[in-house]
Structures are given as C-alpha cells and as structure tokens.
C-alpha cells in the first residue's frame, strides 16, 4: 500500500462507547497529524507527532487521546463523546523540513457519528 | 491574528467558463501558501505551494498566483471533472513544528457544469 491508509472510514458509535481511529503511512514521513473536519469550518488541528514530540491543540477535549507508537502509525483513541463531535477526522502525514513549508499528505478520512 | 478567508463559498461554472477563487490571508511571516483540492469522501490532495509574492504555479488547467496579502486560483476552461471543494492554507513563520502554525481558510466548492 501506498500513501496514508485511515481506518475504519465509517464508524457510528453511541455516547458510552469506547472505539479507536487508526492511521497508517507508507511515505517514509516523520510527522503525523489528526484534523477535525466539520460543515463550514476550516480544518481543526488536534494533535501533531513531529519526532517523537507531541504538540496538542489544548481547546481539543480529552474525551479524545492520541497515540503514536512509531513514525509510520497513529491513532486516536475516542471515549465518551458527544453528539457535537460529529465529524470527518483527517489523518495527515508530512517531512519535517526545518524551517521549510511543510506539504501535508492527507488520508481519505474517517467519518464519525455520535448518537 | 493569523487567519485565511476564502471567496466565494461556492461557485458554479459552466463548462469552459473561466473563472478565479480568491484566499486572502493575514499572518505573522509568510512561510508558504498551499492549496489542496478535496473531492467528496476523500481527504484533500496537494496541488500547490507559493513561497512568496509575484510567484506563479501552474497545472493543467490550474494557475495559482500569490501576492502579499491574497492568493488566486485561476480554472481556464473547466471541466466537469474539476469539480471539488479547494481549500487554501497558509503556514506561518515562527514556531518550529510545521502544523500547529498552519491555518486554513473554509474552501470554495465549485460545480463544473457540462
């Protein structure tokens, strides 16, 4: 496989339910990020792994829990969620470049439903 | 405060009807401008950056000029299948982790239509 692989892409999950987001990259990236995707807004940073360094945005709940146990996985671990969280949660990967601009390589997304 | 807004919402053309979407922008340093196109039920696909003002790039049918405070996404001619949201980002200059400085604006759907 080739690219940023996101699984599963449809997840329906009521407000007691524990369930994970899993993301996989093939690119030989060393930075992952999650993004929140919803109707009409730009796309919400959530977490970003950049050589073994966390960087979290700090408005994001902690219902939701990243985790990156290499550079090449990544996922997002998901309990107690409200309705409100409704949403497509991006996977993206990049090659930090120092001081460069930073191309983002995005998965196909998640689409999450919270009843 | 860093933010990216982008005109119109949505745009519809008929096909060869060319047109521009427009990404004005305000940041602390200009590090890149990128626009990425995302079609339904897929994560958005790279197509360009801009480095700095007066810089073009091109792409098919795409042509993405920057300038100090905007940025132009030029369609000549469209196709039905040029039909995607675009979304333009902007990355700031500053911090050392690249995302957490990166803003983007809310996309502009547009509808080529045969």
């Known amino acids: 496989e080739t690219g940023v692989t996101q699984t599963p892409r449809h997840l329906v999950m009521g407000m007691t339910n524990k369930k994970s987001l899993k993301c996989e990259q093939h690119?030989?990236?060393?930075?992952m990020y999650w993004y929140k995707q919803s109707a009409k807004k730009p796309l919400e940073l959530m977490f970003v792994?950049?050589?073994?360094?966390?960087?979290e945005n700090n408005s994001v709940p902690s219902r939701f829990s990243p985790e990156c146990p290499n550079s090449s996985h990544l996922f997002l671990h998901l309990h107690t969620l409200q309705p409100e969280d409704s949403a497509l949660y991006l996977c993206?990967?990049?090659?930090?470049?120092?001081?460069?601009?930073?191309?983002?390589?995005f998965g196909a997304g998640s689409r999450l439903t919270v009843l | 405060e860093d933010q990216v807004t982008q005109s119109p919402e949505a745009l519809r053309l008929q096909e060869g009807e060319s047109s521009s979407l427009n990404c004005s922008y305000t940041?602390?340093?200009?590090?890149?401008l990128f626009w990425y196109r995302q079609d339904p039920g897929k994560g958005p696909e790279f197509l360009f950056t801009?480095?700095?003002a007066g810089e073009e790039k091109e792409k098919e049918r795409l042509k993405a000029t920057l300038t100090k405070k905007e940025s132009f996404l030029h369609i000549t001619a469209p196709k039905p299948e040029d039909s995607a949201t675009y979304l333009c980002?902007?990355?700031?200059?500053?911090?050392?982790?690249?995302?957490?400085?990166?803003?983007f604006g809310t996309g502009t759907r547009l509808t080529v239509i045969p």
């Open positions: 993206a990967s990049s090659r930090q470049q120092g001081a460069g601009a930073n191309v983002l390589t």
């Open positions: 690119l030989g990236h060393n930075a």
């Open positions: 792994y950049s050589l073994e360094e966390r960087v």
């Open positions: 940041v602390s340093g200009l590090r890149g």
């Open positions: 801009l480095y700095s």
């Open positions: 980002a902007v990355q700031a200059s500053g911090l050392r982790t690249g995302a957490n400085n990166l803003f």
